[in-house]
C-alpha cells in the first residue's frame, strides 16, 4: 500500500493518485520509457501502447537516461495529480537538454484535458490522447524531424481489440483486460468523461480470448476493467445476441476455476441482483466488491449527480451482504465537496461504519474544469475543513479496515501466490479472495502462480499476516 504525500491513501493494484510504475527494463534498438500514473485502466493503455510501439521497433527500458523516446501515461482527476506530472516534465526536459533527439510524450487523461496548451507551454513534443494511441508511431515519427505534433480525438468505436498489451512489469500471475472504454455518467465532480469519452463495450469474443491465453501463459488472475463495468453490454452483430456484465462474468469464470476472475469498478446504480448472483455463484469470481459511495449524504449525492441516495445504496449493500458470505466491500469517499456541512460528513463517517468496508480510497474534493460542479456549484468547504474532515474519514475507514482484519485472525484462506514479499525474500506476498494482501513464510514447495490455505495468524489495517497450512 502507498501513503501518498496528501495522506490519500492508494492501494497499489488501484487508481487515481500519485502511483506510478516505470514498464520494462530490456534495452534494444530504439528505447521508450513509460511511465503511468492513476488508474489501473492507464496502466492497462500503457501496456497497449507499449504494444503500438512494439510493432515499430521500440523495446522498453527501465533507464530514462538511455531512452529514445520518453511518454507519461497521465491522470486529471485531481489538481494534485496534475501538479505531480507537471514536475516529472521538468525532470524529461534535463533528460532532453542532455540528448536533445529524445522525444517526450504526454499520454492520457491530461493530455486530452489541455491538449495544445501543453506544446505552447513548450514542456512536450507530442501529446495523445486515449483514444488515439495508434497514431503514435506517427506523431513520432514527425517529432523526430522536428514536427510537435498532438491527436486528441475521442472516438465512439475505439477499444483496441486487436492488440495485445505487452505485458513487460506484470508479476505473471495477474493481468488487467479492459473490457469498455469511457463513461456515460455525469457524476458532477468528475472529469472522466471529458477525457475519456463515450462508453462502449469490447466484444465478449475478445476479451475471452485475451483471458484464455493469459491463462495458457501461467496467469492465474484477470481483472475485468471500466470506469463502470456493470454497464458492460455487447451486441453480437453475428445474430443480435446481447451479453450482459453478469454474462461476461461467468463466460470469463468458465474458463477455468484456477482463473481468479477481479472487477473494477462498480456502480452502485447499475450493480444488477444478476451481477451479485453471478458472484455468488463461482467460486473462481473473487468475493470483493468495489461499490464507490463517494458521500453518506442523500442531500450531497443527488448535487453529486449520482443517481441514488444513502437508503439505496445501504439496499444494495445488504443485499451484497446476504448473498455472498464473507464478501469485502471497499469504497471511494469524497470529503468536502460543494456546500458539505458538518451533518453531511457525519452521514458519510456513518455510512463506512456501517456498511464495515474492507478499505477505502480517499480525496478531499477538488474542482474540476468543464464539469457540471465547476460549472454551477461553489466549491465552498475552506481546504482546512476539508483536510479535517478527510483526515476524520482517513481515521475511521484505518479503525474499520483493522477489526475487518483483526475478524479474520484464526482463519485459515485460499491465497494465489504473487511473488516475493516486498521486505523479504523469505516471505511470500498474495491476496485472499477478498483482496487482501498476505504475507507468509516460504516453506519450499510453493511458488509464484501457486494457490496454497494460509492460516492469518496477524494483523494490521493494511495487511494479513499467516503460515501455510496445506
Ligand atoms: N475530486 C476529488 N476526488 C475525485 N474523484 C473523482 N473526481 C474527483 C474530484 N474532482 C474520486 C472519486 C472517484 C475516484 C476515482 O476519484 O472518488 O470514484
Ligand atoms: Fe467519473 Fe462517475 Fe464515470 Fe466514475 S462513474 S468515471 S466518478 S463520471
Request: glycine share 6%; proline share 3%.
Amino acid at each position: 500500500m502507498f501513503e501518498n504525500k496528501g495522506g490519500e491513501k492508494i492501494v497499489d493494484e488501484h487508481r487515481q493518485g500519485e502511483i506510478f510504475e516505470v514498464i520494462g527494463n530490456t534495452s534494444k534498438a530504439r528505447r521508450v520509457y513509460i511511465e503511468s500514473y492513476g488508474c489501473q485502466m492507464n496502466f492497462n493503455d500503457s501496456e497497449i501502447v507499449a504494444a503500438i510501439l512494439d510493432q515499430h521497433g521500440y523495446q522498453p527500458t527501465g533507464d530514462l537516461e538511455k531512452s529514445d523516446l520518453i511518454l507519461v501515461n497521465t491522470c486529471s482527476i485531481r489538481d494534485n495529480a496534475e501538479q505531480n506530472i507537471r514536475k516529472r516534465l521538468t525532470i524529461y526536459n534535463k533528460a532532453k537538454k542532455s540528448n536533445p533527439s529524445v522525444v517526450v510524450g504526454v499520454l492520457g487523461c491530461m493530455a486530452e484535458r489541455l491538449k495544445d496548451e501543453l506544446l505552447a507551454e513548450k514542456m512536450v513534443d507530442i501529446v495523445v490522447g486515449p483514444d488515439a494511441y495508434r497514431s503514435l508511431p506517427q506523431l513520432i515519427e514527425q517529432a523526430q524531424h522536428g514536427n510537435k505534433g498532438i491527436n486528441v480525438l475521442l472516438s465512439k468505436e475505439e477499444l483496441y481489440d486487436d492488440i495485445q498489451p505487452v505485458r513487460i512489469d506484470s508479476n505473471g500471475v495477474s493481468a488487467f483486460i479492459t473490457i469498455m472504454r469511457g463513461c456515460n455518467n455525469m457524476c458532477s465532480f468528475c472529469v472522466v468523461p471529458f477525457t475519456r469519452g463515450r462508453e462502449r463495450s469490447r466484444s465478449s469474443y475478445s476479451i475471452i480470448a485475451e483471458a484464455i491465453e493469459l491463462f495458457e501463459k501461467g496467469y492465474r488472475e484477470v481483472t475485468l476493467l471500466g470506469q463502470n463495468v456493470d454497464s458492460y453490454f455487447w451486441t453480437n452483430p453475428e445474430d443480435n445476441s446481447v451479453v450482459s456484465f453478469a454474462r461476461l462474468l461467468s463466460l470469463v469464470a468458465d474458463i477455468s476455476p484456477m482463473l481468479r476472475v477481479r472487477f473494477a469498478t462498480s456502480h452502485p446504480k447499475d450493480i444488477t441482483d444478476e451481477v451479485i448472483n453471478t458472484i455468488a455463484k463461482y467460486p473462481n469470481i473473487c468475493k470483493y466488491i468495489h461499490l464507490p459511495v463517494q458521500s453518506g449524504s442523500t442531500r450531497l449525492l443527488d448535487l453529486m449527480k449520482r443517481t441514488y441516495d444513502q437508503e439505496w445504496y445501504l439496499e444494495r449493500i445488504n443485499k451484497i451482504y446476504s448473498v455472498i458470505p464473507g464478501v469485502a466491500i471497499s469504497s471511494d469517499i469524497i470529503a468536502g465537496f460543494c456546500t458539505e456541512t458538518e451533518e453531511d460528513h457525519q452521514e458519510t463517517l456513518k455510512i463506512i461504519r456501517e456498511v464495515k468496508y474492507s478499505m477505502s480510497y480517499m480525496f478531499y474534493y477538488s474542482e474540476r474544469p468543464r464539469t457540471y460542479a465547476e460549472r454551477n456549484l461553489k466549491d465552498d468547504v475552506p481546504i482546512e475543513v476539508k483536510k479535517r474532515r478527510l483526515n476524520e474519514i482517513i481515521q475511521l475507514q484505518n479503525e474499520v479496515s483493522l477489526q475487518h482484519n483483526l475478524a479474520d485472525v484464526g482463519k485459515t484462506f485460499e491465497v494465489l501466490i504473487e511473488g516475493d514479499s516486498k521486505k523479504s525474500n523469505e516471505f511470500h506476498k498474495g491476496r485472499t479472495t477478498q483482496n487482501k494482501m498476505v504475507i507468509f513464510p516460504k516453506n519450499g514447495s510453493f511458488s509464484k502462480g501457486d494457490y496454497v490455505f494460509v492460516e492469518i495468524t496477524d494483523a494490521n489495517s493494511a495487511t494479513l499476516k499467516g503460515h501455510i497450512v496445506n
